[in-house]
Protein backbone atom coordinates (compact mmCIF):
# COMPACT_ATOMS: atom_id res chain seq x y z
CA UNK A 1 0.00 0.00 0.00
CA UNK A 2 2.92 2.29 0.23
CA UNK A 3 3.36 2.37 -3.03
CA UNK A 4 2.11 4.75 -5.83
CA UNK A 5 -1.57 4.41 -6.59
CA UNK A 6 -3.69 4.26 -9.62
CA UNK A 7 -6.99 6.43 -9.51
CA UNK A 8 -8.30 4.69 -12.28
CA UNK A 9 -8.45 1.60 -10.67
CA UNK A 10 -9.98 2.53 -7.61
CA UNK A 11 -13.31 0.14 -7.30
CA UNK A 12 -14.61 0.10 -3.85
CA UNK A 13 -15.05 -3.31 -2.54
CA UNK A 14 -18.27 -2.44 -0.12
CA UNK A 15 -21.39 -3.57 -1.40
CA UNK A 16 -23.97 -0.86 -1.86
CA UNK A 17 -26.52 -4.05 -1.53
CA UNK A 18 -25.37 -4.80 1.91
CA UNK A 19 -24.25 -1.26 3.34
CA UNK A 20 -26.95 1.43 3.69
CA UNK A 21 -24.23 4.02 4.21
CA UNK A 22 -23.67 6.19 1.41
CA UNK A 23 -20.77 5.21 -0.69
CA UNK A 24 -17.34 6.29 -0.70
CA UNK A 25 -16.53 10.10 -1.73
CA UNK A 26 -14.60 10.74 -4.79
CA UNK A 27 -13.28 14.07 -3.31
CA UNK A 28 -11.78 12.01 -0.58
CA UNK A 29 -9.76 9.93 -2.57
CA UNK A 30 -6.13 12.16 -3.20
CA UNK A 31 -6.22 12.85 0.98
CA UNK A 32 -7.26 9.21 2.12
CA UNK A 33 -4.85 7.61 -0.09
CA UNK A 34 -2.00 9.19 0.61
CA UNK A 35 -2.93 9.04 4.31
CA UNK A 36 -2.92 4.76 3.74
CA UNK A 37 0.47 5.34 2.30
CA UNK A 38 2.16 7.13 4.72
CA UNK A 39 0.77 5.31 7.56
CA UNK A 40 1.99 1.93 5.90
CA UNK A 41 5.38 3.57 5.83
CA UNK A 42 4.38 4.03 9.55
CA UNK A 43 3.91 0.47 10.33
CA UNK A 44 6.65 -1.01 8.05
CA UNK A 45 9.15 1.10 10.46
CA UNK A 46 6.73 0.86 13.69
CA UNK A 47 4.54 -2.48 13.61
CA UNK A 48 3.60 -2.27 17.04
CA UNK A 49 2.43 0.99 17.25
CA UNK A 50 -1.64 0.42 17.82
CA UNK A 51 -2.29 3.86 16.45
CA UNK A 52 -0.74 3.56 13.06
CA UNK A 53 -3.12 0.42 12.03
CA UNK A 54 -6.04 1.94 13.45
CA UNK A 55 -5.60 5.36 11.84
CA UNK A 56 -4.57 2.98 8.07
CA UNK A 57 -8.13 1.45 8.93
CA UNK A 58 -9.95 4.83 9.16
CA UNK A 59 -8.80 5.69 5.70
CA UNK A 60 -9.49 2.15 4.41
CA UNK A 61 -12.96 2.73 5.76
CA UNK A 62 -13.62 6.11 4.20
CA UNK A 63 -12.07 4.45 0.64
CA UNK A 64 -14.54 1.84 0.56
CA UNK A 65 -12.34 -1.15 1.48
CA UNK A 66 -14.08 -2.59 4.93
CA UNK A 67 -13.35 -5.92 4.78
CA UNK A 68 -9.03 -4.41 5.29
CA UNK A 69 -10.16 -1.97 8.07
CA UNK A 70 -11.50 -4.71 10.09
CA UNK A 71 -8.58 -6.57 9.43
CA UNK A 72 -6.37 -3.40 10.23
CA UNK A 73 -8.60 -2.57 13.24
CA UNK A 74 -8.32 -5.90 14.48
CA UNK A 75 -4.30 -5.40 14.34
CA UNK A 76 -5.14 -3.00 16.68
CA UNK A 77 -6.98 -4.15 18.96
CA UNK A 78 -4.62 -6.86 19.59
CA UNK A 79 -1.85 -4.67 20.33
CA UNK A 80 -3.92 -2.93 22.89
CA UNK A 81 -5.46 -5.68 24.74
CA UNK A 82 -1.57 -7.05 24.84
CA UNK A 83 -0.15 -4.24 26.40
CA UNK A 84 -3.36 -3.91 28.67
CA UNK A 85 -4.15 -7.42 29.75
CA UNK A 86 -0.98 -8.88 29.51
CA UNK A 87 1.83 -5.97 30.05
CA UNK A 88 4.79 -8.66 31.21
CA UNK A 89 4.08 -10.29 27.42
CA UNK A 90 6.54 -10.47 24.86
CA UNK A 91 4.11 -8.25 22.53
CA UNK A 92 3.06 -6.47 25.14
CA UNK A 93 6.08 -5.36 26.35
CA UNK A 94 6.68 -4.44 22.92
CA UNK A 95 3.68 -2.19 22.64
CA UNK A 96 4.56 0.02 25.59
CA UNK A 97 7.55 0.09 23.94
CA UNK A 98 6.61 1.37 20.82
CA UNK A 99 3.50 3.45 22.01
CA UNK A 100 5.57 4.95 25.09
CA UNK A 101 8.14 6.20 22.83
CA UNK A 102 5.74 7.63 20.73
CA UNK A 103 4.04 9.11 23.34
CA UNK A 104 7.26 10.51 25.07
CA UNK A 105 8.19 12.22 22.02
CA UNK A 106 4.86 14.11 21.38
CA UNK A 107 5.25 15.31 24.91
CA UNK A 108 8.77 15.81 25.66
CA UNK A 109 8.45 19.50 26.27
CA UNK A 110 6.24 18.63 29.60
CA UNK A 111 8.32 15.67 30.31
CA UNK A 112 9.28 16.57 34.22
CA UNK A 113 5.51 16.02 35.09
CA UNK A 114 5.36 12.80 33.32
CA UNK A 115 8.03 10.40 34.80
CA UNK A 116 7.63 7.27 36.63
CA UNK A 117 4.11 5.72 37.58
CA UNK A 118 2.80 8.78 36.03
CA UNK A 119 3.85 8.53 32.69
CA UNK A 120 3.39 4.79 32.52
CA UNK A 121 -0.47 5.52 33.98
CA UNK A 122 -0.91 8.41 30.74
CA UNK A 123 0.33 5.62 28.14
CA UNK A 124 -2.08 2.80 29.72
CA UNK A 125 -5.03 5.46 29.47
CA UNK A 126 -3.85 6.40 26.25
CA UNK A 127 -3.46 2.92 24.95
CA UNK A 128 -7.36 2.11 26.43
CA UNK A 129 -8.82 4.61 24.49
CA UNK A 130 -6.96 3.46 21.44
CA UNK A 131 -8.40 -0.21 22.19
CA UNK A 132 -11.68 1.92 22.12
CA UNK A 133 -11.02 3.31 19.00
CA UNK A 134 -10.18 0.23 17.02
CA UNK A 135 -13.44 -1.67 18.60
CA UNK A 136 -15.62 1.61 17.05
CA UNK A 137 -13.69 1.03 13.29
CA UNK A 138 -14.13 -2.91 13.75
CA UNK A 139 -18.10 -2.65 14.55
CA UNK A 140 -18.32 0.34 11.90
CA UNK A 141 -16.79 -1.98 8.87
CA UNK A 142 -18.53 -4.74 9.77
CA UNK A 143 -21.82 -2.33 9.42
CA UNK A 144 -20.45 -1.58 5.33
CA UNK A 145 -20.18 -5.60 5.03
CA UNK A 146 -23.69 -5.91 6.14
CA UNK A 147 -22.24 -8.69 8.64
CA UNK A 148 -24.99 -8.81 11.07
CA UNK A 149 -24.03 -12.44 12.78
CA UNK A 150 -20.56 -10.95 13.36
CA UNK A 151 -21.10 -7.68 14.95
CA UNK A 152 -23.77 -9.27 17.61
CA UNK A 153 -21.24 -11.88 18.10
CA UNK A 154 -19.34 -8.88 19.77
CA UNK A 155 -22.89 -7.62 21.64
CA UNK A 156 -21.38 -7.19 25.17
CA UNK A 157 -18.44 -6.05 24.42
CA UNK A 158 -20.04 -3.17 21.92
CA UNK A 159 -22.63 -2.52 25.03
CA UNK A 160 -19.57 -2.07 27.59
CA UNK A 161 -18.37 0.20 25.50
CA UNK A 162 -20.92 2.26 24.01
CA UNK A 163 -20.35 1.89 20.72
CA UNK A 164 -23.77 1.12 19.38
CA UNK A 165 -27.02 2.12 21.67
CA UNK A 166 -29.51 -0.86 22.92
CA UNK A 167 -31.59 0.95 20.26
CA UNK A 168 -29.47 -0.06 17.22
CA UNK A 169 -28.24 -3.71 18.42
CA UNK A 170 -31.87 -4.55 18.63
CA UNK A 171 -32.60 -3.15 15.22
CA UNK A 172 -29.59 -5.30 14.06
CA UNK A 173 -30.85 -8.45 16.30
CA UNK A 174 -34.82 -7.68 13.75
CA UNK A 175 -32.62 -7.41 10.63
CA UNK A 176 -30.70 -10.89 11.51
CA UNK A 177 -33.53 -12.20 12.49
CA UNK A 178 -35.55 -11.48 8.98
CA UNK A 179 -32.12 -12.34 7.19
CA UNK A 180 -32.32 -16.09 8.42
CA UNK A 181 -35.89 -16.03 8.05
CA UNK A 182 -35.59 -15.04 4.15
CA UNK A 183 -32.65 -17.46 3.58
CA UNK A 184 -34.37 -20.39 5.30
CA UNK A 185 -37.33 -19.76 3.06
CA UNK A 186 -35.61 -19.52 0.22
CA UNK A 187 -33.64 -22.99 1.02
CA UNK A 188 -36.79 -24.58 1.55
CA UNK A 189 -38.42 -23.42 -1.64
CA UNK A 190 -34.85 -24.36 -3.92
CA UNK A 191 -33.23 -27.54 -2.38
CA UNK A 192 -35.85 -28.72 0.64
CA UNK A 193 -34.58 -29.35 4.49
CA UNK A 194 -31.33 -30.47 3.10
CA UNK A 195 -29.74 -27.11 2.31
CA UNK A 196 -31.29 -25.87 5.86
CA UNK A 197 -27.61 -25.92 7.29
CA UNK A 198 -26.59 -24.34 4.64
CA UNK A 199 -29.40 -21.14 4.78
CA UNK A 200 -27.79 -20.12 8.31
CA UNK A 201 -24.59 -20.02 6.73
CA UNK A 202 -25.91 -17.82 4.52
CA UNK A 203 -27.84 -15.78 7.05
CA UNK A 204 -24.20 -15.18 8.96
CA UNK A 205 -22.59 -13.84 6.09
CA UNK A 206 -21.81 -10.75 4.96
CA UNK A 207 -20.75 -9.92 1.86
CA UNK A 208 -17.84 -7.81 0.05
CA UNK A 209 -17.10 -7.66 -4.11
CA UNK A 210 -14.24 -8.94 -5.60
CA UNK A 211 -11.84 -6.40 -7.30
CA UNK A 212 -8.17 -4.96 -7.88
CA UNK A 213 -6.93 -2.70 -5.44
CA UNK A 214 -5.81 0.71 -6.06
CA UNK A 215 -2.12 -0.44 -5.41
CA UNK A 216 -1.62 -3.28 -6.84
CA UNK A 217 0.78 -3.37 -9.83
CA UNK A 218 -0.14 -4.98 -13.14
CA UNK A 219 2.60 -7.85 -12.57
CA UNK A 220 0.37 -9.19 -9.68
CA UNK A 221 -3.07 -8.92 -11.58
CA UNK A 222 -1.42 -11.20 -14.82
CA UNK A 223 0.47 -14.26 -15.25
CA UNK A 224 4.50 -13.91 -16.22
CA UNK A 225 5.91 -15.45 -19.36
CA UNK A 226 7.89 -17.86 -16.81
CA UNK A 227 4.42 -18.85 -15.48
CA UNK A 228 2.91 -19.10 -18.75
CA UNK A 229 6.11 -21.33 -19.88
CA UNK A 230 5.51 -23.12 -16.76
CA UNK A 231 2.09 -24.16 -17.13
CA UNK A 232 2.54 -24.91 -21.51
CA UNK A 233 4.88 -27.68 -20.20
CA UNK A 234 3.24 -29.27 -16.65
CA UNK A 235 -0.07 -29.16 -19.07
CA UNK A 236 1.74 -31.50 -22.45
CA UNK A 237 3.73 -33.68 -20.03
CA UNK A 238 0.21 -34.45 -18.14
CA UNK A 239 -1.60 -34.50 -21.25
CA UNK A 240 0.73 -36.51 -23.21
CA UNK A 241 1.18 -33.91 -25.94
CA UNK A 242 -2.45 -33.78 -26.30
CA UNK A 243 -2.82 -30.28 -25.30
CA UNK A 244 -1.59 -26.78 -25.66
CA UNK A 245 -1.95 -23.82 -23.21
CA UNK A 246 -2.52 -20.46 -25.41
CA UNK A 247 -4.65 -17.26 -26.21
CA UNK A 248 -8.10 -17.80 -26.08
CA UNK A 249 -10.69 -16.57 -28.90
CA UNK A 250 -13.03 -15.97 -26.02
CA UNK A 251 -10.85 -13.02 -24.94
CA UNK A 252 -13.08 -10.95 -27.66
CA UNK A 253 -16.46 -11.15 -25.28
CA UNK A 254 -14.23 -9.90 -22.32
CA UNK A 255 -12.84 -6.55 -23.18
CA UNK A 256 -11.34 -5.96 -19.34
CA UNK A 257 -9.37 -9.48 -19.81
CA UNK A 258 -5.98 -9.49 -21.74
CA UNK A 259 -4.71 -12.51 -20.30
CA UNK A 260 -7.13 -14.77 -21.53
CA UNK A 261 -5.63 -17.72 -22.30
CA UNK A 262 -6.83 -21.63 -22.83
CA UNK A 263 -6.62 -25.21 -23.36
CA UNK A 264 -6.74 -26.41 -27.15
CA UNK A 265 -6.27 -29.81 -28.90
CA UNK A 266 -2.89 -30.18 -30.40
CA UNK A 267 -4.08 -33.32 -31.94
CA UNK A 268 -6.96 -34.87 -32.91
CA UNK A 269 -8.91 -36.73 -29.95
CA UNK A 270 -11.81 -39.16 -30.16
CA UNK A 271 -14.91 -38.75 -28.24
CA UNK A 272 -14.31 -40.66 -25.04
CA UNK A 273 -10.60 -40.14 -25.04
CA UNK A 274 -8.79 -40.08 -21.44
CA UNK A 275 -7.41 -35.80 -21.78
CA UNK A 276 -5.81 -36.07 -18.59
CA UNK A 277 -5.61 -36.93 -14.96
CA UNK A 278 -4.80 -33.92 -12.58
CA UNK A 279 -3.29 -35.03 -9.32
CA UNK A 280 -3.25 -32.35 -6.48
CA UNK A 281 -1.91 -31.69 -3.14
CA UNK A 282 -3.87 -28.91 -2.47
CA UNK A 283 -7.06 -30.67 -1.36
CA UNK A 284 -8.98 -31.04 1.85
CA UNK A 285 -11.54 -32.60 3.67
CA UNK A 286 -14.16 -32.70 6.24
CA UNK A 287 -13.93 -36.26 7.12
CA UNK A 288 -11.89 -36.80 10.59
CA UNK A 289 -9.09 -39.15 10.91
CA UNK A 290 -8.31 -39.46 7.69
CA UNK A 291 -4.72 -38.88 5.82
CA UNK A 292 -3.99 -35.23 4.66
CA UNK A 293 -3.31 -36.06 1.13
CA UNK A 294 -5.08 -38.88 -0.39
CA UNK A 295 -8.36 -39.17 2.23
CA UNK A 296 -7.84 -42.85 3.30
CA UNK A 297 -9.35 -43.30 6.13
CA UNK A 298 -6.95 -43.87 9.34
CA UNK A 299 -8.73 -46.50 11.26
CA UNK A 300 -5.67 -48.52 13.05
CA UNK A 301 -3.88 -45.45 14.63
CA UNK A 302 -6.21 -42.06 14.32
CA UNK A 303 -3.83 -39.76 15.88
CA UNK A 304 -1.41 -40.15 12.76
CA UNK A 305 -2.06 -37.52 9.94
CA UNK A 306 -0.94 -39.62 6.85
CA UNK A 307 -1.57 -43.02 5.96
CA UNK A 308 2.07 -44.45 5.06
CA UNK A 309 5.35 -43.06 3.92
CA UNK A 310 4.64 -42.19 0.47
CA UNK A 311 1.70 -39.15 1.76
CA UNK A 312 3.81 -38.55 4.72
CA UNK A 313 6.86 -37.86 2.16
CA UNK A 314 5.06 -35.53 -0.10
CA UNK A 315 3.93 -33.33 2.25
CA UNK A 316 7.00 -32.95 4.49
CA UNK A 317 8.70 -32.23 1.07
CA UNK A 318 5.66 -29.56 0.33
CA UNK A 319 3.52 -28.34 3.12
CA UNK A 320 4.78 -26.18 6.13
CA UNK A 321 6.05 -28.70 8.88
CA UNK A 322 3.38 -27.28 11.38
CA UNK A 323 1.01 -28.10 9.18
CA UNK A 324 1.86 -31.52 8.89
CA UNK A 325 1.74 -32.10 12.87
CA UNK A 326 -0.69 -29.70 14.05
CA UNK A 327 -4.63 -29.34 13.77
CA UNK A 328 -6.04 -26.06 13.56
CA UNK A 329 -8.44 -25.72 16.78
CA UNK A 330 -12.27 -24.73 16.43
CA UNK A 331 -12.56 -25.25 12.32
CA UNK A 332 -14.69 -28.49 13.29
CA UNK A 333 -17.38 -26.31 14.92
CA UNK A 334 -18.42 -24.47 11.75
CA UNK A 335 -20.40 -25.88 8.95
CA UNK A 336 -19.02 -27.91 5.87
CA UNK A 337 -18.65 -25.26 3.36
CA UNK A 338 -16.96 -22.27 5.22
CA UNK A 339 -14.36 -25.29 7.14
CA UNK A 340 -13.31 -26.15 3.75
CA UNK A 341 -12.30 -23.20 2.60
CA UNK A 342 -10.69 -22.31 5.60
CA UNK A 343 -8.58 -25.39 5.36
CA UNK A 344 -7.89 -25.25 1.88
CA UNK A 345 -6.95 -21.61 2.77
CA UNK A 346 -4.61 -23.14 5.66
CA UNK A 347 -3.38 -25.99 2.78
CA UNK A 348 -2.20 -22.92 0.08
CA UNK A 349 -0.58 -20.59 3.02
CA UNK A 350 1.39 -23.68 4.18
CA UNK A 351 2.69 -24.48 0.82
CA UNK A 352 3.36 -20.81 0.25
CA UNK A 353 5.46 -20.68 3.27
CA UNK A 354 7.21 -23.41 2.62
CA UNK A 355 8.13 -22.24 -0.53
CA UNK A 356 8.83 -18.81 1.01
CA UNK A 357 11.77 -20.98 3.21
CA UNK A 358 14.31 -20.36 0.44
CA UNK A 359 12.70 -18.09 -1.70
CA UNK A 360 11.71 -15.41 0.90
CA UNK A 361 11.42 -12.26 -1.61
CA UNK A 362 9.19 -13.94 -3.99
CA UNK A 363 5.73 -12.22 -3.52
CA UNK A 364 3.20 -14.62 -2.25
CA UNK A 365 0.80 -14.24 -5.28
CA UNK A 366 3.85 -15.09 -7.32
CA UNK A 367 4.86 -18.40 -5.96
CA UNK A 368 4.43 -21.63 -7.94
CA UNK A 369 1.25 -22.74 -6.20
CA UNK A 370 -0.44 -19.00 -7.10
CA UNK A 371 0.92 -17.62 -9.71
CA UNK A 372 -1.29 -19.42 -12.53
CA UNK A 373 -4.68 -18.64 -10.38
CA UNK A 374 -6.48 -15.68 -11.55
CA UNK A 375 -9.85 -14.01 -9.41
CA UNK A 376 -12.71 -12.67 -10.97
CA UNK A 377 -12.80 -8.92 -10.09
CA UNK A 378 -16.07 -8.67 -12.26
CA UNK A 379 -18.00 -10.41 -10.17
CA UNK A 380 -20.65 -10.30 -7.82
CA UNK A 381 -20.29 -9.66 -3.89
CA UNK A 382 -18.62 -13.00 -2.07
CA UNK A 383 -19.50 -14.04 0.99
CA UNK A 384 -17.67 -12.73 4.25
CA UNK A 385 -17.54 -12.99 8.24
CA UNK A 386 -14.90 -12.14 10.45
CA UNK A 387 -13.57 -15.90 11.74
CA UNK A 388 -13.12 -16.80 8.31
CA UNK A 389 -11.73 -13.64 6.86
CA UNK A 390 -9.43 -12.41 9.21
CA UNK A 391 -9.68 -14.50 12.64
CA UNK A 392 -8.42 -17.69 11.11
CA UNK A 393 -5.80 -16.40 8.26
CA UNK A 394 -4.18 -14.37 11.27
CA UNK A 395 -4.26 -17.88 13.20
CA UNK A 396 -2.88 -19.75 10.29
CA UNK A 397 -0.54 -17.22 9.92
CA UNK A 398 0.78 -17.63 13.01
CA UNK A 399 0.70 -20.95 13.21
CA UNK A 400 3.08 -21.13 10.68
CA UNK A 401 5.33 -19.00 12.35
CA UNK A 402 4.76 -15.58 11.02
CA UNK A 403 4.56 -12.32 13.09
CA UNK A 404 1.05 -10.70 11.59
CA UNK A 405 2.53 -7.39 12.68
CA UNK A 406 6.05 -7.23 10.88
CA UNK A 407 5.49 -9.04 7.80
CA UNK A 408 3.51 -7.18 5.46
CA UNK A 409 3.99 -9.72 2.70
CA UNK A 410 0.86 -11.23 4.39
CA UNK A 411 -0.80 -8.23 4.75
CA UNK A 412 -5.05 -8.19 4.69
CA UNK A 413 -5.13 -7.17 1.04
CA UNK A 414 -2.59 -10.04 0.16
CA UNK A 415 -4.53 -12.46 2.34
CA UNK A 416 -7.41 -11.03 0.35
CA UNK A 417 -6.49 -12.03 -3.09
CA UNK A 418 -5.53 -15.41 -2.05
CA UNK A 419 -9.03 -16.12 -0.70
CA UNK A 420 -10.32 -15.00 -3.96
CA UNK A 421 -8.03 -16.96 -6.34
CA UNK A 422 -8.60 -20.04 -4.28
CA UNK A 423 -12.65 -19.56 -4.26
CA UNK A 424 -12.22 -19.15 -8.05
CA UNK A 425 -10.87 -22.37 -8.95
CA UNK A 426 -11.40 -24.24 -6.24
CA UNK A 427 -14.01 -27.89 -7.23
CA UNK A 428 -16.29 -29.45 -4.74
CA UNK A 429 -16.61 -32.90 -3.98
CA UNK A 430 -17.58 -36.00 -2.12
CA UNK A 431 -15.16 -38.69 -0.95
CA UNK A 432 -16.34 -41.19 1.82
CA UNK A 433 -19.58 -39.79 1.61
CA UNK A 434 -17.80 -36.22 3.08
CA UNK A 435 -17.24 -33.09 1.40
CA UNK A 436 -14.20 -32.25 0.15
CA UNK A 437 -12.67 -29.41 -1.51
CA UNK A 438 -9.82 -29.06 -3.98
CA UNK A 439 -8.03 -26.51 -6.25
CA UNK A 440 -6.46 -29.21 -9.12
CA UNK A 441 -3.69 -26.91 -11.32
CA UNK A 442 -4.37 -27.95 -14.55
CA UNK A 443 -8.19 -28.55 -14.59
CA UNK A 444 -8.66 -24.71 -13.06
CA UNK A 445 -7.03 -23.42 -16.73
CA UNK A 446 -10.24 -24.85 -18.57
CA UNK A 447 -12.41 -21.90 -20.04
CA UNK A 448 -15.97 -22.05 -19.63
CA UNK A 449 -18.40 -22.83 -22.62
CA UNK A 450 -22.74 -23.82 -22.04
CA UNK A 451 -21.76 -26.79 -24.23
CA UNK A 452 -18.43 -28.10 -22.94
CA UNK A 453 -16.48 -30.78 -25.34
CA UNK A 454 -15.17 -32.24 -22.28
CA UNK A 455 -16.77 -33.92 -19.50
CA UNK A 456 -14.54 -34.70 -16.04
CA UNK A 457 -15.64 -36.47 -12.80
CA UNK A 458 -13.16 -37.35 -9.33
CA UNK A 459 -11.62 -40.72 -9.55
CA UNK A 460 -12.57 -42.82 -6.79
CA UNK A 461 -11.87 -42.06 -3.28
CA UNK A 462 -9.42 -39.10 -3.99
CA UNK A 463 -8.95 -35.98 -5.44
CA UNK A 464 -8.01 -36.37 -8.39
CA UNK A 465 -9.89 -35.00 -11.27
CA UNK A 466 -10.20 -37.39 -14.66
CA UNK A 467 -10.96 -35.24 -17.94
CA UNK A 468 -12.64 -37.07 -21.18
CA UNK A 469 -13.95 -35.84 -24.33
CA UNK A 470 -17.73 -36.12 -25.20
CA UNK A 471 -17.39 -35.49 -28.80
CA UNK A 472 -14.59 -35.53 -31.34
CA UNK A 473 -11.93 -32.82 -30.70
CA UNK A 474 -10.12 -31.84 -33.84
CA UNK A 475 -6.58 -30.52 -33.61
CA UNK A 476 -6.63 -26.06 -32.91
CA UNK A 477 -10.24 -26.52 -31.34
CA UNK A 478 -10.83 -24.88 -28.08
CA UNK A 479 -11.00 -27.36 -25.31
CA UNK A 480 -14.06 -26.22 -22.79
CA UNK A 481 -15.17 -27.50 -19.31
CA UNK A 482 -18.78 -26.49 -17.81
CA UNK A 483 -18.36 -24.51 -14.36
CA UNK A 484 -21.76 -25.58 -13.73
CA UNK A 485 -23.00 -28.76 -15.57
CA UNK A 486 -26.71 -27.90 -14.88
CA UNK A 487 -26.87 -25.11 -16.61
CA UNK A 488 -26.66 -26.84 -20.18
CA UNK A 489 -30.03 -27.28 -19.80
CA UNK A 490 -31.27 -23.30 -18.57
CA UNK A 491 -32.42 -20.21 -20.46
CA UNK A 492 -29.55 -18.03 -21.08
CA UNK A 493 -30.62 -15.28 -18.32
CA UNK A 494 -30.51 -18.01 -16.01
CA UNK A 495 -27.02 -19.66 -16.78
CA UNK A 496 -25.42 -15.76 -16.56
CA UNK A 497 -26.86 -15.51 -12.94
CA UNK A 498 -25.65 -19.10 -11.85
CA UNK A 499 -22.40 -18.26 -13.26
CA UNK A 500 -21.69 -14.72 -12.46
CA UNK A 501 -19.54 -15.80 -9.62
CA UNK A 502 -16.96 -16.85 -12.28
CA UNK A 503 -17.68 -14.95 -15.24
CA UNK A 504 -19.04 -11.45 -14.17
CA UNK A 505 -22.00 -10.64 -15.84
CA UNK A 506 -22.34 -12.31 -19.64
CA UNK A 507 -20.65 -15.44 -20.68
CA UNK A 508 -18.34 -15.33 -23.63
CA UNK A 509 -18.65 -18.69 -24.97
CA UNK A 510 -20.29 -19.44 -28.65
CA UNK A 511 -23.55 -20.43 -27.59
CA UNK A 512 -23.87 -17.19 -25.08
CA UNK A 513 -22.96 -15.01 -28.01
CA UNK A 514 -24.69 -16.88 -31.01
CA UNK A 515 -28.31 -16.83 -28.45
CA UNK A 516 -27.40 -12.93 -27.29
CA UNK A 517 -27.09 -11.93 -31.28
CA UNK A 518 -30.55 -14.08 -31.48
CA UNK A 519 -32.55 -14.55 -34.96
CA UNK A 520 -30.92 -17.22 -37.57
CA UNK A 521 -27.30 -16.32 -36.18
CA UNK A 522 -28.88 -18.62 -32.90
CA UNK A 523 -30.33 -21.28 -34.87
CA UNK A 524 -27.66 -21.77 -37.16
CA UNK A 525 -25.49 -22.16 -34.00
CA UNK A 526 -28.07 -24.78 -32.65
CA UNK A 527 -28.52 -27.07 -35.74
CA UNK A 528 -24.19 -26.70 -35.93
CA UNK A 529 -24.06 -28.15 -32.62
CA UNK A 530 -26.65 -30.86 -32.88
CA UNK A 531 -24.87 -32.60 -35.99
CA UNK A 532 -21.87 -33.16 -33.12
CA UNK A 533 -23.88 -35.17 -30.80
CA UNK A 534 -23.76 -39.00 -30.73
CA UNK A 535 -27.09 -40.87 -30.54
CA UNK A 536 -26.70 -41.14 -26.85
CA UNK A 537 -26.50 -37.08 -27.04
CA UNK A 538 -29.09 -36.50 -29.15
CA UNK A 539 -31.64 -38.47 -26.65
CA UNK A 540 -30.73 -36.63 -23.55
CA UNK A 541 -31.29 -33.15 -25.73
CA UNK A 542 -34.55 -34.29 -26.50
CA UNK A 543 -35.82 -35.53 -23.28
CA UNK A 544 -34.63 -32.18 -21.69
CA UNK A 545 -36.44 -30.13 -24.38
CA UNK A 546 -39.55 -32.25 -23.22
CA UNK A 547 -38.53 -31.73 -19.60
CA UNK A 548 -38.06 -27.90 -20.14
CA UNK A 549 -41.45 -27.49 -22.04
CA UNK A 550 -43.09 -29.35 -19.67
CA UNK A 551 -42.18 -26.46 -16.98
CA UNK A 552 -42.70 -23.44 -19.36
CA UNK A 553 -38.82 -23.08 -19.97
CA UNK A 554 -36.92 -22.99 -23.23
CA UNK A 555 -33.24 -23.17 -23.26
CA UNK A 556 -33.11 -23.41 -27.20
CA UNK A 557 -34.37 -20.82 -29.89
CA UNK A 558 -37.54 -21.57 -31.70
CA UNK A 559 -37.39 -23.15 -35.07
CA UNK A 560 -34.53 -25.69 -34.24
CA UNK A 561 -35.60 -29.31 -35.15
CA UNK A 562 -34.21 -32.12 -32.80
Given at each position: MENPWDKEQ????????????????????NRCSARVRSETRNIIDLPFEPGHWLMRADELLTLGFPE????????????????????????????????????????????????????????LSSLARLENSAWSILVRGLMHIGSTADILSFRDVIME???????????????????????TEVAIKW??????????????????????????????????VGTKAAITASLTSISHSQCIWTSSEIRRETDEDTDMYGIFASADIKAGALVFTDHT????????????????????????KFCGKACENLALNSLHQADCQEDLPGVEEFEPTPRLRILLFQRHLSIISRFHKNNCSVHPLHTPVMANLKP????????????????????????????????????????????????????????NSYYFSSLNPHHCMF?????????????????????????????????????????????????????????????????CVAEKEGGDVARTYWETYIKTLNEEGLKELQMMVRLSRSHGKRFMPDGVLV
Open positions: WKYTRDPIFSSSPPPNPQNYLAVGDAHKSRLLTEAALSNPGSELGEKVLLAHGMGYWLRDHYSMQGRRGNNFLADVRSILSTEDLARLQTMHEKKKKDCGGSKDLDRSVETANNGFVRVRAYPWMPEDLMSRSITAVTAQPDSCKICFRVLTAEPLRNYSGPAQPWTFKENILYPNMILQQLGFDIFTNLQYDTWILKNISDRIRNNATDGIVNHSCHANVDWKFVEGSSSIEVKTNRDIVKGEEIFDSYRAQVKWQPREERWAALSGWLGEECGCAR
